[in-house]
């Protein structure tokens, strides 16, 4: 079983690329001119065991915004084209210490979005980013994961340190969801025997282009 994808997401705002594969070696290339993201999606890629691959051109001219939230929305519409939810664990959980900072991440992939994000950052920005716009990225990837995602900030200083251990803990969370149960193979793990799908409307910005070509 291949679990890869490749999305293609054209707005009038935004041309974003993604290439997933869920059982890859943590390969990274990713290209979106936003120097913190780019460090925190390399945190998903290590961690998460997860080769990712994203080109991104956005309105950067007016700020950051539209890019960050359509990364995310790419980024879940390429999750939910790879996964065969088939004997997969479907629950992962993981807490990340840096320093000072502690964070807690836990996923389900149950076909039902929702997003609890509990983070009081200790300052608003790192460098010249605006760290809510995290919060649009998470979003953004649940809506279109199609997950039930909680994000909880234990503790933390620092803002860097904080968003770094949620990062590396929704790698590590997203790793152990996905994985394969050998002693569940070709279960479905859900008692209703399959997963619900909700359909999610596209975002009022979508253009003219959103295409999802077939899996690798």
């Not at 291949?2 to 390969?27: C, F, P, Q």
């Not at 001119?33 to 065991?49: E, P, Y």
């Not at 956005?58 to 999750?79: N, P």
């Not at 569940?184 to 359909?199: D, E, Q, R």
Request: some cysteine.
């Amino acid at each position: 079983m291949t679990r890869k994808a490749k999305i293609l997401r054209k707005t009038k705002e935004t041309n974003i690329s993604v290439d997933v594969n869920l059982d890859g070696k943590g390969k990274y290339q990713v290209k979106t001119k936003i120097g913190f993201l780019d460090h925190m999606l390399d945190q998903i890629a290590r961690h998460g065991l997860v080769d990712i691959t994203i080109r991104a051109e956005g309105d950067l001219e007016i700020d950051a915004h539209h890019t960050v939230e359509d990364i995310g929305i790419t980024l879940g519409q390429a999750f939910t084209r790879a996964l065969d939810k088939t004997g997969i664990r479907r629950y992962g959980h993981a807490y990340v210490p840096l320093d000072e900072a502690l964070s807690r991440v836990v996923i389900d992939c149950s076909g039902r979005p929702g997003l609890e994000y509990n983070v009081d950052f200790a300052k608003g920005t790192v460098g010249d980013f605006d760290i809510d716009l995290f919060h649009e990225f998470f979003q953004g990837f649940v809506n279109h994961a199609l997950v039930t995602l909680h994000i909880d900030n234990i503790r933390g200083k620092n803002a860097h340190h904080q968003i770094e251990t949620i990062f590396k803990a929704f790698g590590r969370a997203l790793r152990m969801a996905v994985e394969l149960d050998p002693r569940a193979k070709n279960v479905v793990p859900s008692t209703k025997g399959s997963f619900c799908l909700l359909y999610t409307s596209p975002s009022p910005r979508d253009g003219l282009l959103s295409r999802m070509p077939s899996s690798a």
